[in-house]
């Protein structure tokens, strides 16, 4: 990862809006004072490994919300193929369109010389701190289940 030593927990999020698939603009801080944030940083629609994470994290989203968590995925993809994506796979959490990568770059996951932001996630409480965040050390990896994201939640 290019800026891997960059640690935000304790911090306040940085915050961002941008395109969804819920056909309007989503803002981080919107959720503030309402809800805990997972985002899940992740490289490409349609590649192998995001193909696996993205349904996982919207399979549980019934979990997530019990918790009083919101899930947000975010990619440099367009919200036309984030929506051709979800449709195929089943993928219902919100899926954001970083276009630019400006979002992955504020939380130090951009790989600017691939093009893509690396597969991070990030636990952003209600208050709008960052509680809990794992890069992966390749973009091929996957280690941060579901399940651990909402093991860190309940600790909260």
Same mark, same amino acid.
């Given at each position: 990862m290019t800026s891997a030593? %960059?640690? %935000?927990?304790g911090q306040p999020a940085p915050d961002f809006t941008l395109p969804s698939t819920l056909g309007q603009d989503v803002t981080l801080s919107?959720?503030?004072?309402?809800?805990?944030? $997972? +985002? *899940? #940083?992740?490289?490409?629609? #349609?590649?192998? @490994?995001c193909s696996m994470q993205l349904p996982e994290y919207s399979g549980r989203q019934d979990d997530f919300a019990d918790a009083g968590? *919101? $899930?947000? /995925?975010?990619n440099r993809d367009s919200v036309y193929a984030h929506k051709a994506w979800a449709a195929e796979y /089943?993928?219902? @959490?919100? +899926? %954001? =369109?970083?276009l630019r990568l400006e979002v992955a770059r504020q939380y /130090? *996951? =951009?790989?600017? &010389?691939?093009?893509i932001s690396g597969r991070a996630v990030f636990l952003i409480d209600k208050e709008g701190v960052v509680r809990y965040q794992h890069v992966e050390e390749q973009t091929g990896h996957y280690t $941060?289940?579901? &399940?651990? *994201? +909402?093991?860190?939640?309940r600790e909260l």
């Open positions: 030593s %960059l640690n %935000l927990v919107s959720y503030r004072g309402q809800h805990n944030v $997972v +985002l *899940v #940083f992740y490289p490409l629609d #349609f590649s192998p @490994v968590t *919101v $899930v947000l /995925g975010i /089943g993928i219902e @959490v919100p +899926l %954001l =369109a970083d /130090g *996951v =951009a790989i600017d &010389e691939r093009g $941060v289940r579901p &399940e651990a *994201v +909402l093991a860190k939640i």
